[in-house]
Structures are given as structure tokens and as C-alpha cells.
């Protein structure tokens, strides 16, 4: 995604820690990690929570992983001959159906929120990684200024909620998972964190 403008403006600790999260889930779904991110995910430690212990998972797994064997299970999961065992797509998730209403609804939020999809991509916008970044964005002010709380919530109640647990409780147990899966396990997690959070702070 790319931004109209940006500001820089200090965000919380919290805040930043969920745009972090956000963003790593979205670089681990966007393409097959490189050795890079590989590295960065085995220095993760997590800590006792069923969310610590699932990036603990993901970090071990990390570690005996290579940038060919993520490659090949990326491959295997999003893109296969035809298509891949998973299509993460909100359209997909709610309708069936590609390219259908809830497309049509992120874009119109996205021009709002001044959020462009970049010249270099070309898959629909409403892709999970896409949603991802989107959400980092609206916490960091990479699309003006950070989003208060209230329109993080409506855009996170509004394209994310509805269908991304779901797409990561597939992503956990699809046949061809095996780093994936406590990614999956870690988006799950941090999808419902985060839609208690809303609920509560909009009550």
C-alpha cells in the first residue's frame, strides 16, 4: 500500500507494538519470507500467554527453516497450479466469490483513509496481507496522521473482523501448514485481541 502523505507522530509503546504485529503478519503473508525475515522471526522469544507460546512456536520453526522450504510451502498454500489450498481474500471469506461487494467497500474506506494500492501490485487490495499493513498504517500515521481509536475500530470491525480468524484458523490447520501453521496460530490470537480491545473501549 502506499500513502498520500505521511507525518511522523509519536504513537504509544502499546500502540506500536500492535502496528509491529500487524506488520509482521503482513510481510509473513505477503510473499515468502527471505532469509532476512527467517532470521528476524527466530529471534523472537514469546512468553507464557497462548499468543507468547505460539510466536515461541514460530520462532523455533524458524529456526530449521530455509528461504527454499518456505518458498515451496508458500507456494503450496496461496498459489499452487491452479490455486493455492487457501484463497485469503475478505470477498472470497464472505461471499464465495472474488472481487465481490467487500472489495468494493475497502476501496471506498481506502480513499477515505488516502490509502493507494501500490503501482507494483496487482492482486486485489482485499487480501489478508494487504488488510495487515492497512491496519500498521492507520496505528503509525503512514497514511497521514494515526487514526483514532474509534476509526481504527470501525476499519478493523468493518474489513477485518468478519473473516480473518476464520482465514487463520484454516491457515493453522491446512494440510500444506507446517511454518504457517503458528502463523496462523498468531494471527488467530492477535485477531481476537484485538476485536475484545475494540469491543470493550467502544462500550
Known amino acids: 500500500m502506499?500513502?498520500?502523505?505521511?507525518?511522523?507522530?509519536?504513537?504509544?509503546?502499546?500502540?506500536?507494538?500492535?502496528?509491529?504485529?500487524?506488520?509482521?503478519?503482513?510481510?509473513?503473508?505477503?510473499?515468502?519470507?527471505?532469509?532476512?525475515?527467517?532470521?528476524?522471526?527466530?529471534?523472537l522469544h514469546g512468553d507464557d500467554t497462548d499468543l507468547g507460546r505460539a510466536i515461541g512456536t514460530l520462532s523455533k520453526l524458524a529456526r530449521a527453516a530455509t528461504p527454499v522450504s518456505?518458498?515451496?510451502?508458500?507456494?503450496?498454500?496461496?498459489?499452487?497450479?491452479?490455486?493455492?489450498?487457501?484463497?485469503?481474500y475478505a470477498s472470497y471469506y464472505l461471499t464465495g466469490f472474488l472481487n465481490e461487494k467487500p472489495l468494493a467497500s475497502l476501496r471506498k474506506d481506502m480513499t477515505a483513509h488516502r490509502i493507494s494500492r501500490a503501482p507494483n501490485v496487482y492482486?486485489?487490495?482485499?487480501?489478508?496481507?494487504?488488510?495487515?499493513?492497512?491496519?500498521?498504517?492507520?496505528?503509525?500515521?503512514?497514511?497521514?496522521?494515526?487514526?483514532p481509536l474509534p476509526r481504527q475500530r470501525e476499519f478493523f470491525n468493518r474489513h477485518i473482523a468478519p473473516w480473518a480468524g476464520h482465514f487463520f484458523a484454516d491457515l493453522e490447520r491446512a494440510k500444506g501448514s507446517?511454518?504457517?501453521t503458528p502463523v496462523g496460530t498468531v494471527g488467530r490470537l492477535f485477531v481476537n485481541i484485538e476485536r475484545e480491545a475494540f469491543r470493550m473501549s467502544g462500550a
Do not use: H
Not at 492482486?123 to 487514526?147: C, H, K, Q, W, Y
Open 2 to 43: 502506499s500513502a498520500a502523505a505521511a507525518t511522523t507522530v509519536e504513537i504509544t509503546e502499546e500502540d506500536r507494538l500492535r502496528a509491529d504485529l500487524y506488520g509482521f503478519l503482513s510481510a509473513l503473508l505477503a510473499a515468502p519470507p527471505d532469509r532476512m525475515l527467517l532470521d528476524k522471526s527466530a529471534a
Open 70 to 88: 518456505v518458498e515451496r510451502e508458500f507456494t503450496r498454500l496461496f498459489i499452487g497450479l491452479g490455486r493455492g489450498e487457501l484463497l485469503p
Open 123 to 147: 492482486e486485489p487490495e482485499d487480501n489478508i496481507a494487504s488488510l495487515m499493513e492497512m491496519m500498521a498504517g492507520l496505528i503509525t500515521g503512514r497514511f497521514g496522521v494515526p487514526a
Open 178 to 180: 507446517v511454518f504457517y
